[in-house]
């Protein structure tokens, strides 16, 4: 599984919010994949034409749901949905996404999972340059 369909089957999003196109590799711990939809003109999260560096985070949260999913896949348990709860230390090295021509890698690595709960790290990169990074924490087993 490899190209954006196969991961949007994965994501609670449908296009044109399923935001990322390959994953690259995953592990229990973590997971890399690559996205190019914010040099697209009609990206969902566009205003005024341009795409702030702040919904960087919401790529980090579709990797985070993507590590999950796949974690779930191999677990014997069956998955169960979660919520982002927090959002934290987060630093922006530029303005707008849409101002990277290189394609976006987004990392994650679980630091902690208690049960359907984790808190992830996550960097976000164009052409190799730091563009986002902080922590994510989700909250799962919620009934939703």
């Known amino acids: 599984m490899t190209d954006s369909n196969d991961l949007c089957a994965l994501l609670p999003h449908a296009a044109p919010m399923c935001l990322l196109d390959a994953l690259v ?65 987060i630093a922006l090295s530029q303005d707008y996404l849409d101002q990277i021509e290189a394609p976006l890698r987004i990392s994650v690595w679980r630091e902690l999972a208690l049960g359907p709960s984790a808190i992830y790290r996550f960097l976000v990169e164009g052409g190799g340059v730091p563009v986002a990074r902080g922590r994510l924490t989700v909250v799962g087993g919620l009934g939703v």
């Open 25 to 89: 590799s995953w592990d229990p711990e973590s997971l890399v994949c690559t996205a190019v939809s914010h040099g697209d003109p009609h990206h969902p999260l566009r205003r005024n034409g341009r795409l702030a560096a702040v919904h960087a985070i919401e790529y980090a949260c579709q990797a985070t749901a993507l590590h999950a999913a796949l974690a779930a896949r191999a677990a014997p348990e069956p998955a169960q949905r979660s919520l982002l709860a927090a959002v934290k230390e």
